[in-house]
């Protein structure tokens, strides 16, 4: 009875004892993985601040604009990566007539949208970008006079980005990239290029 006992025992322990190790296997296999995932992200993001002249329609004022744009990006291979970005801009100005009262007609708008980007390194300094945005954007479409207020229509526009950067290298690095949008309307006299200047860690 005391040898079935120790053998019913020490079965109990080596079952133990290798479940154990399978667990132990497990969770450090998931660790390695989440450390090989973290190890793969890198952030990066612009600001945007200015201020400037401005004019709609027979009115003309100052504005001001503020905005950012974070990004995350996950290396498929150790030059190529994917990954989201956001875009949030706000927008503010005072006008006045041009001519005639001194009446001051104020305008605040937003910008927000994001999407998607690709991003190939293919030198240490160098680095090719593709992306795909959709905005939502404010735009003053008319000026009521009789009630002071600058009249505005939200709508939505797609960008496709392509493009070239510089970026100086280490793990906390400046870049500058100019994009061409090749979905822009060719029927309006806005230029289809954006110059972007940001910062990002461990790209």
């Keep these: 009875m005391k040898k079935i006992l120790f053998l019913t025992l020490i079965s109990i322990l080596a079952i133990g004892s290798l479940d154990a190790q399978q667990q ?10 989440k450390e090989d995932i973290l190890e793969r992200l890198w952030y990066g993001g612009g600001f945007n601040l200015g201020f400037s002249r401005s004019s709609i329609g027979s009115l003309g004022g100052n504005t001001f604009f503020v905005g950012v744009s974070p990004m995350v990006g996950y ?4 030059n190529l990566s994917i990954g989201p970005r956001i875009e949030l801009q706000y927008f503010t100005g005072r006008f006045e007539e041009t001519f005639g009262t001194s009446q001051i007609f104020k305008y605040n708008s937003f910008t927000y949208g994001g999407g998607v980007f690709m991003r190939y390194k293919f030198l240490p300094i160098l680095f090719a970008h593709i992306e795909y945005d959709y905005l939502s954007q404010e735009s003053a479409v008319d000026v009521d006079y009789a009630r002071g207020e600058i009249i505005s229509e939200r709508f939505g526009e797609s960008l496709f980005l392509m493009g070239l950067g510089y970026t100086s290298g280490g793990v906390l690095a400046s870049e500058i990239y100019i994009l061409y949008d090749v979905l822009a309307d060719s029927n309006t006299t806005a230029l289809p290029i954006q110059y972007r200047f940001g910062f990002t860690y461990n790209f």
Excluded: D, T, V
């Design 75 to 78: 290396r498929l291979i150790n």
């Design 24 to 33: 132990s296997r497990s969770r450090s296999k998931k660790k390695n993985r």
